[in-house]
């Protein structure tokens, strides 16, 4: 079966530019969650959603959003691009409704730059 | 604060060798934990799924075994080879109304040939 789709692999943008990335989950998981990392701060939670609703966001500022459609694909938008939002975005999937009891499948993740 | 921290932070080993990856979370009250592999500027690969109620689960040449009430997972790695060369990460869900997980802090594995 197919996996966690993330496109695109790579990017690269401007500061002050926005930027969106995409992640189709597995067939059939209605759960994607985001996930940022960096060098200096490992791996973080961005924000979860199920069935087009945000439960739980991580703590990081209101220009990170997302959004998820009634296919379960889900978007995540920065705006108004850092330097330091420069880092592996990476979406994982889960057949669960909660607690993840049968784990997480994640996409190869985009790497996004900021210049 | 839930918190995960995986030592040691890197290893460096010669091929052949038997070695272990710990893990260690600060809420005991875990829904479960999974071990993971990420290659260089690649996703992540999973390795191992334990639930809260089990002791150990093996795959291969892998076993990863948990102890909640002391906060703990191991990971151990037979006969290590150089493909094994990777950074391994733990990651535990607290489950709740939510999917979430909390990663360690990795633990970078080279293997020497």
């Known amino acids: 079966k197919a996996g966690v789709t993330q496109t695109p692999r790579y990017l690269i943008k401007t500061r002050g530019q926005q930027v969106t990335l995409s992640c189709s989950p597995i067939s059939g998981h209605r759960s994607v969650s985001w996930y940022q990392q960096t060098p200096g701060q490992g791996l973080q939670f961005l924000f979860e959603y199920f069935s087009e609703t945000q439960r739980n966001k991580g703590n990081f500022p209101g220009r990170f959003s997302g959004r998820q459609f009634s296919n379960s694909r889900s978007e995540m938008n920065v705006s108004t691009l850092e330097l330091g939002d420069s880092a592996l975005y990476l979406c994982?999937?889960?057949?669960?409704?909660?607690?993840?009891?049968?784990?997480?499948?994640f996409g190869s993740g985009t790497r996004l730059t900021v210049v | 604060k839930q918190e995960v921290t995986q030592i040691p932070a890197a290893l460096s080993v010669p091929e052949g060798e038997n070695l272990v990856l710990n893990c260690s979370f600060t809420d005991s009250a875990i829904y479960n934990l999974q071990w993971f592999r990420q290659d260089p500027g690649k996703g992540l690969t999973s390795l191992l799924l334990i639930q809260s109620s089990q002791r150990e689960q093996t795959s291969g040449r892998l076993n990863a075994s948990l102890d909640k009430s002391s906060g703990r997972s191991t990971l151990y790695i037979a006969a290590s080879q150089p493909g094994d060369s990777a950074t391994y990460l733990c990651?535990?869900?607290?489950?709740?109304?939510?999917?979430?997980?909390?990663f360690g802090t990795g633990t970078l594995l080279a293997v020497q040939p």
């Open positions: 990651a535990v869900s607290y489950g709740g109304a939510t999917n979430k997980l909390i």
């Open positions: 994982a999937s889960t057949l669960d409704t909660t607690g993840g009891k049968s784990g997480y499948t």
